[in-house]
């Protein structure tokens, strides 16, 4: 009788993902977690004003944004994605020279506050602070592609209560009368800073509105990040076919407050919040690594060390960098000379 | 060179650029097989196809996020508003999106959009088909807004706008579309923006106007020239941000007199910044105050003829607003 595979329990190989593929994957959840937390630190030790977290959300960052093809693919995302933004190919020190305001941040020179993501060298559109206007400049950029007759595909991403604007509904509608080639990506995590889902989304399904817009509309859950990358490897595959859109309603949790502003203790349940970290997709996905006989402990240990120095250095060097100069804030309202 | 009317001379520039460069596209509700509703886009579908020329759903923030999706794509949309009183569910695209892309991410994206607009009363159009609400855009940071007032400059800045490499709002009267028509400058006519136009040189005042406006003053200069002796200069201001400020305080300087005339309501309109403007820089130049001659107080141009005839203004109301100008 032949051994049983304990990886092939994982089910990732029937995904067409390598061994190294979801430890890639797992890699990267790590290092967008430990950019979040040194964030955090260097929100209490005063160096940075503000911060919003993507903690609980990694899973379903990078389980939806891992079919995309880097420099091919374009993503809009929110201010939550920094795994999503890590995914799309930027890196610890560009995120921590963002939240520094320097001079030289790739997403806007100093200029946006902390969460307001977007590299254009990595197709990765600016974030601004209006939730849910991203999702039309995705259904914009499939319209692109789609005018042109190019292979791409947009990605954007948005939370469950923004799901409630009007431009969402415009854009969803859009993509589905000419099958456009964008994957919306909701990710619920039940709260939209104090006002929970049952007050924010009549029916408690983002994902059944799909329905009226002639496209699938799927639940996954969002700790899972082979789940998420299932889903989403469908919905590419599909818009790549010409077959239109697809929404994602990824189940996530808000492992903290809405923003470095705020104190969920004061509207949460301290049982519910106490509760939480048994959902947290990191350690989930660990021991299911584990399970498969894919990570060791000094593996685990090895790979967050690494980590650990990547993002010591990458904040020496965005702290090294130099702030932005007030003689340079007039710039940039329009082209200047040759564009 | 060819005599259009301005219809036709901002479809000849759509069509002209749409074939010099295949990345321009139109969007917009009924662009497409109908050519649009006052028939701007006519032709184009048939000639470039529904991707190209591309009838949206009636949604409007879809059509101006939309642009900017495409825009970051590397196309150069042109978006039509079927009304200018209909561009309002698409504010928020513009004016948090669209007009500060550029700053925002420090010059890493920049959108080449127009935005066209239908404008104006005088059409029996009535509170929600007839506004001038220029002014939301004109102090919109990070836009350019555009209103010609002939067929060449309708042509010419159109083609103009198309090529800018930012968002540019273009407002098209809808009271003139039809009204006359005039030599228009055949191929590669392109009148650069932020330039006005001294429609009719004068030295006894100078009256400020877009639009419409341009078509009133001129007659009324003819008038005040013909009943009073007056020599009025008529500046056609064509592109109101960036202001052309030189061709302004000069025109001040030559007659010492200014008269802003605009069909939007007077209070915090574009004539306050016409105003202001000279205030600053021109106050020398000034024997009398700077006069105002705009829109009534009220939210819409009301609908029967003769409440529209009251909102509305005309030739005779700008020639007695200069002649106490004069009188100063
Ligand atoms: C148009 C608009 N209204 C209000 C806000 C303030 N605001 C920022 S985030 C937020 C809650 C968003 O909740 P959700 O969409 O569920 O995403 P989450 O933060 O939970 O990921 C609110 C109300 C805003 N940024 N934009």
């Known amino acids: 009788m032949a051994e049983l595979d304990p990886a092939s329990a994982l089910g990732h190989r029937e995904l067409g993902l390598t061994d190294e593929d979801v430890l890639s994957m797992y890699g990267h959840m790590l290092l967008a977690r430990a950019v979040d937390e040194r964030m955090w630190l260097m929100q209490r030790a005063g160096k940075i004003p503000f911060i919003i977290s993507g903690q609980g959300h990694e899973a379903a960052q990078v389980g939806t944004t891992w079919p995309m093809r880097r420099n091919q693919d374009w993503m809009a995302p929110y201010y939550r994605s920094i795994a999503s933004a890590i995914t799309f190919g930027m890196s610890a020190e560009d995120i921590i020279t963002a939240h520094l305001a320097k001079g030289d941040d790739v997403s806007s020179g100093g200029r946006q506050m902390p969460g307001h993501y977007g590299a254009a060298r990595n197709n990765i559109v600016s974030v601004s602070s209006p939730v849910g206007t991203q999702v039309l400049h995705a259904v914009g950029l499939a319209m692109g592609a789609w005018v042109r007759g190019d292979d791409m595909v947009a990605i954007t991403s948005f939370g469950e209560g923004t799901s409630n604007q009007g431009e969402i509904h415009e854009g969803m509608n859009f993509a589905g009368v000419h099958k456009l080639p964008v994957i919306f990506v909701c990710e619920n995590n039940g709260w939209a800073i104090s006002v929970p889902l049952e007050r924010q989304v009549g029916g408690l399904s983002v994902a059944a509105r799909a329905e009226g817009y002639g496209f699938p509309g799927v639940t996954v859950d969002g700790g899972d990040p082979l789940a998420c990358y299932a889903v989403a490897r469908a919905a590419h595959q599909r818009a790549q076919r010409g077959d239109g859109p697809t929404l994602i309603e990824a189940r996530v949790v808000r492992l903290t407050s809405h923003s470095s502003d705020d104190d969920q203790r004061r509207y949460r349940d301290p049982a519910e919040v106490e509760e939480l970290k048994e959902h947290d997709p990191i350690p989930f996905f660990s021991n299911r690594l584990r399970a498969a006989g894919l990570l060791t402990d000094e593996a685990d240990a090895a790979l967050r060390a690494e980590i650990k120095t990547e993002i010591n250095e990458a904040q020496a060097q965005a702290e090294a960098r130099p702030d932005p100069d007030a003689a340079t804030a007039h710039r940039w309202v329009y082209a200047e000379g040759a564009d | ?328």
């Open chain 2, 1 to 328: 060179m060819a005599e259009l009317n301005i219809l036709e001379a901002i479809r000849l520039a759509m069509d002209e650029e749409m074939e010099r460069d295949p990345d321009v596209m139109l969007l917009g509700e009924d662009v497409g097989r109908k050519g649009g509703v006052f028939g701007a886009t006519e032709g184009l579908w048939a000639k470039y196809g529904d991707k190209r020329v591309l009838d949206t759903p009636l949604s409007e923030a879809l059509i101006a996020g939309a642009a900017m999706g495409a825009a970051m794509y590397g196309l150069r949309p042109v978006a039509e508003m079927q009304f200018a009183d209909f561009v309002y569910p698409a504010f928020n695209q513009i004016v948090s999106e669209i007009s500060r892309l550029r700053y925002r991410s420090n010059n890493s994206f920049g959108l080449p959009i127009v935005i066209r607009m239908p404008y104006g009363g005088g059409v029996h159009g009535a509170l929600y088909h007839s506004q001038s609400n220029e002014t939301y855009f004109t102090s919109t940071v990070g836009l350019k807004v555009v209103a010609p007032g002939t067929p060449a400059d309708a042509k010419g800045l159109l083609k103009a706008s198309i090529r800018d490499p930012d968002p540019v709002m273009f407002f098209e009267h809808k009271k003139v579309y039809r009204l006359f028509r005039a030599d228009v400058p055949d191929g590669d006519h392109v009148v650069p923006i932020g330039r006005a136009d001294v429609a009719r040189p004068g030295k006894h005042l100078s009256i400020f106007c877009y639009g419409y406006m341009r078509i009133c003053a001129l007659e009324a200069a003819e008038m005040l020239a013909r009943e009073d002796g007056l020599e009025a200069e008529v500046v056609d201001l064509r592109t109101l941000r960036p202001l052309d400020t030189e061709t302004l305080l000069a025109s001040v300087a030559r007659t010492g007199r200014a008269l802003v005339v605009h069909e939007a309501n007077r209070f915090g309109g574009f004539g306050a910044e016409v105003a202001a403007t000279i205030a600053e820089a021109g106050f020398e130049s000034l024997d009398a105050p700077v006069t105002r001659l705009a829109g009534p107080e009220v939210p819409g141009v009301p609908y029967h003829h003769n409440l529209e005839d009251w909102f509305m203004l005309n030739p005779a109301k700008i020639v007695e607003a200069a002649r106490s100008l004069a009188a100063y």
